[in-house]
């Protein structure tokens, strides 16, 4: 019997060790991980600094009760107002569902989640600036007020600088308070010399201060409230069970029901404000990539400013070689002095008499913006900046070469 026993063991043994029984025991092993995964959703509300009030209304254990509800499974609902962890969260796929301003929702957006939907209707943001002042431009070394440096209000300041080429940088001074609307009293006190705020607010303000300040620029639309986005890997229709909840959330939690469906491309656009390059760059003449072709065509010298793996990839038909290795801040106030651009000097068929372009990666890569930039004041007397750079040139069906 001891020897029955003993065999069955051993059997039982080499069984187990074998290969069949290994992948057995990690397959289940993975499926148990993944129920485990799956019983543990997480959602997030992030506070937007100036609309704490409407955060702070929301019930968190109702909330969370309703959502585990909708989705069949537990989940936790935790909030934060350190906007900047949030962010963070968004590019880490930190949760499985996103409750904050615009702003989070763009980045989240961007890395794996689908839109469920707004709560408030898209609304813009105004740059207001004292009488005197006519254009965006005029602020260089003026005082700008705005709300908590984390808000949408400030978000939206950075994007209408960057889009006329100025930076916080640029500024005397960027004060930050608590209130939004304490920015047009700065004004009007003499203590700032622009500010920032939403179109009703202005609207309500100015009917009452006639020719007290001006608008000096005008965001896109902005969805308004509260964004909500959920990850696209969850099951189908958990995804939409949750959808529907959104929908029809109940006064019982504090969250207004999504009743808006913005653009993606209102997204898109809050997503870009102050990472993509502004339009126009002072000095330099901004063309399309056939524009570029029509110079190129006339002895115009094309000047790729990527690294040289991405050269010799693939490149514009023709363009030079120069790479521009940046260090410095992705900002139009960037320090040239931190960076090497040593490789324009090195290329021995430009002429600083003639025409030349520069192009990269396209509209978020600045080092064509910051090459274009440096070119002037290397004493290049017609500079051109190919913002779209080869992405443009080749969606146009123009030719490339490398590879």
Request: charged share 20%; with cysteine; hydrophobic share 45%.
């Given at each position: ?16 060790a074998s290969?069949?029984a290994?992948?057995?025991?990690q397959?289940q092993?993975?499926?148990q ?7 543990q959703?997480t959602a997030i509300?992030a506070?937007?600094?100036t609309?704490?009030?409407a ?18 499974q537990?989940?936790?609902?935790s ?9 963070r ?7 499985d569902?996103f409750i904050g301003?615009?702003q989070v ?21 105004l ?7 006519t254009?965006?431009a005029?602020?260089k070394?003026m005082r700008l007020?705005?709300?908590q440096?984390?808000?949408v209000?400030?978000?939206m300041?950075?994007g209408?600088?960057?889009e006329?080429?100025l ?14 609307q304490?920015?047009?009293s700065?004004?009007?006190l ?12 202005w609207a309500?303000?100015s009917s ?6 001006r608008?000096?620029?005008s ?6 409230g ?8 969850l099951?189908?229709?958990?995804r ?12 019982s ?5 999504v009743?808006?469906?913005p653009?993606?491309q209102?997204y ?24 570029a ?11 790729d400013?990527?690294?040289e ?9 023709g ?6 290795v ?5 900002d139009?106030?960037?320090?040239a002095?931190?960076d090497?651009f ?5 290329v021995?068929?430009l ?5 030349v372009?520069?192009?990269c990666?396209?509209?978020?890569c ?5 090459a274009a930039?440096v070119a002037?004041?290397k ?6 900046w190919l913002?779209g ?15």
């Amino acid at each position: 019997m001891y020897r029955n026993v003993h065999a069955t063991a051993l059997a039982l043994a080499c069984l187990l060790a074998s290969p069949w029984a290994q992948a057995q025991a990690q397959a289940q092993a993975q499926a148990q991980a993944q129920a485990q995964a799956q019983a543990q959703l997480t959602a997030i509300v992030a506070v937007e600094p100036t609309a704490k009030k409407a955060a702070h209304t929301i019930i968190r254990s109702a909330l969370e009760a309703g959502l585990a509800q909708a989705a069949g499974q537990p989940l936790t609902v935790s909030t934060s107002e350190d906007l900047a962890d949030v962010m963070r969260a968004t590019r880490s796929a930190g949760y499985d569902v996103f409750i904050g301003p615009a702003q989070v929702a763009a980045s989240a957006l961007q890395r794996g989640y689908e839109l469920v939907g707004a709560t408030q209707k898209s609304e813009q943001y105004l740059l207001i600036g004292a009488p005197h002042m006519t254009a965006v431009a005029a602020m260089k070394g003026m005082r700008l007020y705005l709300p908590q440096q984390d808000s949408v209000y400030t978000y939206m300041a950075r994007g209408m600088l960057n889009e006329a080429g100025l930076s916080f940088q640029d500024l005397k001074s960027v004060r930050h308070e608590k209130h939004p609307q304490a920015g047009l009293s700065a004004l009007t006190l003499g203590v700032a010399d622009a500010t920032v705020v939403r179109t009703d607010e202005w609207a309500q303000w100015s009917s009452g201060n006639p020719g007290a300040a001006r608008v000096l620029a005008s965001s896109h639309p902005v969805p308004g409230g509260f964004s909500i986005v959920v990850r696209k890997d969850l099951p189908a229709d958990t995804r939409a069970r949750l959808g529907q909840w959104f929908v029809a959330a109940t006064a019982s939690t504090g969250l207004t029901p999504v009743t808006q469906r913005p653009d993606a491309q209102e997204y898109r656009r809050v997503a870009e404000l102050g990472l993509f390059t502004p339009n126009s760059l002072p000095g330099v003449n901004r063309i399309s990539a056939k524009e570029a072709q029509q110079l190129q065509a006339q002895g115009a010298v094309v000047v790729d400013t990527r690294t040289e793996k991405e050269y010799k990839a693939k490149r514009i038909r023709g363009a030079v070689f120069a790479a521009y290795v940046e260090k410095s801040l992705k900002d139009v106030a960037f320090n040239a002095a931190q960076d090497d651009f040593q490789a324009l000097d090195k290329v021995s068929t430009l002429d600083k008499t003639k025409p030349v372009i520069f192009a990269c990666n396209g509209a978020e890569c600045w080092k064509s913006y910051k090459a274009a930039k440096v070119a002037v004041t290397k004493g290049f007397k017609s500079v051109y900046w190919l913002r779209g750079g080869l992405p443009e040139w080749d969606a146009s069906g123009l030719p490339t070469e490398g590879g």
